[in-house]
């Protein structure tokens, strides 16, 4: 059997060597044929013939067509099927599948060596309709609307295609993909290990069993609650957890962030630390809370042009480098969307929000998404009690949210005492409003004046009058 004809992105007509990753692919087929599962965490990632080597497509096929038909894929079960095809030679026989198998240290990051090869293969197919409509371009017999359509055609391959192998699945297949979810999750319940990324208060990782993959969890405040506190507050505790924490800032810039960061860490005095006067004892506390932070991955994105598309794409690249596993937003009435003058202002709220829950399903990691209340609240009688109806541009935030929260201090409009007369002036709430996957619920946590250091409900019982 003759190999394919290569493709005008796989020649180098453009004088340099077109996209590609060959050490990747030869990672991602010697994982497929060693781990046994491995071919269900990527079937809906690539796509048929985005492998650079035209015998690395054949082997691909081969792995897919024994999924297909339910049969186990190892390095024999391949070797007959690539007969069966007559691709086995071509591939450099059973010793080429043993040497990739060879290769592979651990399958901890196929996803991501994935995605790079199907941005690799992406590329390629860019260059080559690009190719096609430039020399299109200079054959004037061709009509200019049937060009046009054509550049709109190829636009929407390549739209498609980025969108990866997402076609309809069989509940056969989804059920067993839930089974080896389950398992998984069952392993680490077993080792003691946190289900999702931990969320830093106990009661609220009890609820959620850590923030879950795909998720998009809104938390709504009113300004100067303390939504940028609580958000610190997750990304310590993801990053403790040996999470990468991805922080795009709107509001605040990156050194004001760590300031706070380190104020919490440290548990020093803020004004102290901002004026510069600090006892010995908090710089020997400082010290620490500096070691402490420089081991944590978080990664903050302070630019202020920064619009969800933008997100969308530096999140897509962090997660291919294994440096992002939960995303956090600072704040959506501050993000940009588009630059169309038809969109008013709630309209381009709605987009943005779709967006953050399009980048949660994708990158299949939690996104974290701050928003503002609006000041209907104020104007309610007794303990302003936070609703849905109070987020602002709320409709298409409620809809897209699988989690929203507000975040609820009495002591910010001037309550300090319950209905028994007690002092909750260092009280506040996370009011769960929606939960899509469990029981709506109020989770209570203890501040200091500063708003730089919280304490969950329970955590801290001798502190907390609960």
Not at 17 to 27: G, R
Not at 210 to 217: F, K, M, N, V
Not at 263 to 288: F, P, Q, T
Not at 326 to 336: G, H, K
């Amino acid at each position: 059997m003759n190999q394919p004809k290569r493709s005008l992105a796989q020649n180098s007509d453009f004088g340099k060597l077109p996209p590609q990753s060959v050490e990747i692919e030869e990672l991602i087929l010697g994982a497929l044929m060693l781990e046994k599962t491995a071919i269900e965490r990527i079937e809906n990632i690539l796509i048929d013939g985005c492998f650079y080597k035209d015998f690395h497509n054949f082997i691909f096929k081969a792995i897919i067509e024994l999924s297909h038909e339910r049969k186990s894929i190892d390095i024999l079960t391949v070797s007959q099927q690539l007969k069966k095809n007559g691709n086995l030679d071509i591939v450099g026989g059973s010793f080429y599948l043993a040497q990739l198998s060879n290769k592979v240290a651990s399958t901890a990051h196929l996803e991501d060596h994935c995605y790079i090869v199907l941005e690799k293969y992406i590329r390629r197919k860019i260059i080559e309709l690009q190719n096609e409509i430039s020399n299109n371009s200079f054959d004037e017999s061709i009509d200019l609307e049937d060009l046009i359509s054509k550049l709109n055609g190829n636009i929407d391959i390549i739209n498609e295609l980025s969108n990866g192998n997402k076609d309809s699945q069989h509940i056969r297949d989804i059920a067993r993909k839930c089974m080896v979810s389950l398992d998984d999750r069952t392993t680490k319940t077993n080792k003691g290990e946190s289900i999702g990324v931990p969320t830093g208060f106990t009661k609220l990782d009890q609820a959620t069993n850590g923030w879950q993959p795909g998720d998009l969890i809104v938390y709504a405040a009113r300004p100067g609650v303390g939504k940028t506190a609580v958000m610190l507050h997750h990304a310590k505790a993801a990053a403790n957890g040996k999470k990468h924490v991805c922080i795009y800032s709107l509001e605040m810039t990156a050194m004001s962030l760590t300031d706070r960061m380190i104020i919490s860490v440290a548990d020093i005095d803020s004004n102290n630390y901002k004026s510069g006067k600090l006892s010995d004892l908090e710089y020997s506390r400082l010290d620490k809370a500096i070691s402490e932070i420089e081991k944590m991955n978080i990664y903050i994105d302070d630019n202020v042009s920064v619009n969800m598309k933008y997100i969308r794409s530096h999140a897509r690249k962090m997660k291919k480098l294994g440096k992002c596993d939960i995303i956090m937003i600072d704040y959506l009435q501050l993000v940009n969307m588009d630059n169309s003058y038809n969109s008013n202002r709630e309209e381009k709220v709605a987009q943005a929000s779709r967006m953050a829950k399009v980048i949660a399903k994708e990158l299949n990691i939690p996104v974290i998404l701050l928003a503002q209340l609006n000041r209907d609240i104020e104007k309610r009688g007794g303990d302003k009690r936070p609703l849905l109806s109070d987020l602002r541009e709320s409709g298409a935030i409620e809809q897209d949210a699988d989690m929203v929260i507000f975040i609820h201090r009495p002591n910010y409009y001037g309550i300090n005492q319950d209905g028994e007369g007690n002092d909750i002036s260092d009280i506040g709430k996370l009011i769960i409003a929606k939960f899509r996957n469990g029981t709506p619920q109020d989770i209570k946590f203890k501040h200091n004046k500063s708003l730089t250091r919280l304490i969950g409900e329970g955590e801290e019982t001798s502190d907390l009058p609960f």
